[in-house]
């Protein structure tokens, strides 16, 4: 096969050619995730025709263009990062009836805010939309844009500071390192965008298998792989992971005038070429947000990526605006999550953990166990009250869930499944630390007497 002849190329000059190789290479990997086509064979025959061009031409390479999604050189730490705006968490509710009850405050705070907005035009505060959206299961990071060129990524942190990792994350394809949209003026200045970083179930397999094979250790789920692969402080092993990213807010734009609703920001969002989650909707009332959460709920066990919930938010950002934040959680938002997944295992043992303050906690050893997508091998049991009211014993089987999907907890003694062998707790009489006299200092819990 002949090489590429530049000399026979039509009137284009090498600029033209290369801008237009990058539009199509951007193009291409942006159908790609959101529209299925295009080909592997036809991205790299246009990246190989691109890197040559540019090794023709050095004053023409950019730092933000497409074929510069590549590892970087490692890392000796990652470096800390204040965000501008805290990056906030979500309050969970768990029921219909906890969903009713965040309706009712929220209506309750508008109610209490009508004088303060009266000239806002806005005859009844008790009619307004929600936006339900699916909560990803990954890592959540904040992604900054000037000029439309990327600029930083940092992880959320405690909320306040992260820590930089914008160079693992220009490794992620979906990540637009050029914001892309049909007018230059929707390309903001400066824009700020939230996202979840996630590994997808099938690729979380294929990691685990070689994983295997060279003897190391097993992710639990794809979330935890996706945060050790962001964590990475070689970039080119973050970039071996195929991680994705979806985003689901907009902190900070230079064009924030057009937008109303949080559902505008997504509108935007896919305009500027970030994927969004395709199960959304806005809902009038909460008899469709509930509609929309059992609905999900059917079609989860089989979704790409990890979930944990839906995300339920006032659509109005004015009205966002005025029901605020309290702590770290938005007042305008709530995280519906699903019934907790609960499994069955045989209690090993019951050793003691020893607080800083000198208070001493029982927790359950057992069989390692999948619940709710990752493996847990202890729980807490908080105090002897509480072993006592399960009747618990060491080499019963209990049943955990775990909370939120998060927290292991102990829920159930199964005592038919007893064999005669289950040995009773007893607390200890000196501290495993300090070997200092126990005491029991309050119902249910017990203190070392040198603390």
Same mark, same amino acid.
């Not at 086509?37 to 025709?49: A, H, N």
């Not at 959680?329 to 709530?334: D, E, K, S």
């Not at 050893?365 to 006592?388: C, R, W, Y």
């Given at each position: ?9 039509? *009137? ?13 290479? %951007?193009?291409?990997?942006?159908? $790609?995730?959101?529209?299925?086509? !295009? ?8 990246? +190989? ?7 023709? *031409? ?9 074929? *510069? ?6 890392? #000796? ?6 965000? +501008?705006?805290? &990056? ?41 939309? $929600? ?5 990803? #299961?990954? @890592?959540? /990071? ?11 990524? %940092? ?30 003026? #929707?390309?903001? =200045? ?8 996630? &590994? ?48 689901? =807010? ?6 924030? +005038? ?9 509108? $935007?969002?896919?305009? @500027? ?32 990526? !990890? ?8 659509? =109005? ?15 305008? &938002?709530?995280?519906?999550? $699903? ?8 209690? +090993? ?35 002897? =009250? ?16 775990? %909370? ?9 003694? @199964? ?11 007893? &607390? ?9 006299? /126990?005491?029991?200092?309050?119902? !249910? *819990? ?6």
């Amino acid at each position: 096969m002949k090489e590429f002849d530049n000399k026979k190329r039509t *009137n284009l000059s090498d600029s033209i050619r290369i801008q237009k190789l990058r539009n199509e290479i %951007a193009r291409l990997r942006d159908a $790609y995730h959101t529209k299925d086509i !295009g080909t592997d064979e036809i991205y790299d025959s246009l990246t +190989k025709e691109l890197k040559k061009l540019l090794k023709e *031409n050095p004053e023409l390479e950019d730092l933000n263009a497409p074929e *510069n999604r590549v590892a970087g050189k490692p890392l #000796d730490k990652f470096i800390k990062i204040e965000h +501008k705006i805290r &990056m906030l968490s979500l309050n969970d509710v768990f029921s219909e009836e906890e969903l009713y009850e965040w309706e009712k405050r929220s209506l309750k705070l508008l109610n209490l805010a009508k004088p303060a907005i009266r000239n806002r035009e806005r005859a009844d505060l008790t009619k307004f939309n $929600y936006f339900c959206e699916v909560k990803f #299961d990954g @890592l959540a /990071v904040s992604l900054i844009y000037e000029k439309g060129k990327f600029v930083r990524g %940092a992880t959320r942190g405690d909320g306040f500071v992260g820590e930089d990792i914008t160079q693992n994350l220009r490794t992620i394809k979906s990540i637009p390192l050029t914001l892309m949209s049909k007018t230059v003026f #929707d390309i903001p =200045d400066y824009i700020e965008i939230r996202g979840e970083v996630l &590994m997808s179930k099938k690729t979380l397999i294929r990691l685990n298998l070689v994983n295997d094979k060279n003897g190391k250790p097993l992710f639990a789920n794809s979330r935890n792989a996706a945060a050790g692969s962001l964590r990475q402080l070689d970039p080119q092993l973050a970039s071996e992971r195929e991680l994705d990213f979806f985003a689901y =807010d907009i902190a900070e734009t230079s064009n924030e +005038k057009s937008l109303l609703n949080h559902s505008d920001k997504h509108k $935007y969002l896919k305009k @500027l070429g970030f994927q969004i989650g395709e199960d959304e909707a806005i809902c009038k009332n909460l008899k469709e947000v509930i509609n929309f959460i059992n609905k999900f709920e059917k079609i989860r066990p089989g979704f790409s990526y !990890g979930t944990d919930g839906v995300v339920i938010s006032v659509d =109005d950002l004015k009205l966002q605006e005025i029901l605020g934040v309290v702590g770290k959680a938005p007042r305008y &938002m709530a995280a519906f999550k $699903y019934p907790a997944e609960k499994a069955t295992t045989i209690v +090993k043992d019951i050793k003691i953990n020893v607080g800083r303050t000198g208070v001493l906690t029982p927790l359950a050893i057992f069989e390692p166990t999948l619940v709710a997508g990752s493996t847990v091998s202890k729980a807490t049991l908080h105090n002897m =009250d509480q072993i006592e009211r399960l009747d618990l014993r060491i080499g019963d089987t209990v049943v955990i869930e775990k %909370a939120g999907d998060v927290i292991p907890k102990v829920v159930e003694v @199964l005592t038919r499944m007893r064999i005669g062998k289950e040995k009773k707790f007893k &607390m200890v009489e000196k501290c495993p630390v300090c070997e200092g006299i /126990v005491e029991k200092k309050y119902i !249910g *819990n017990f203190q070392s007497s040198y603390s």
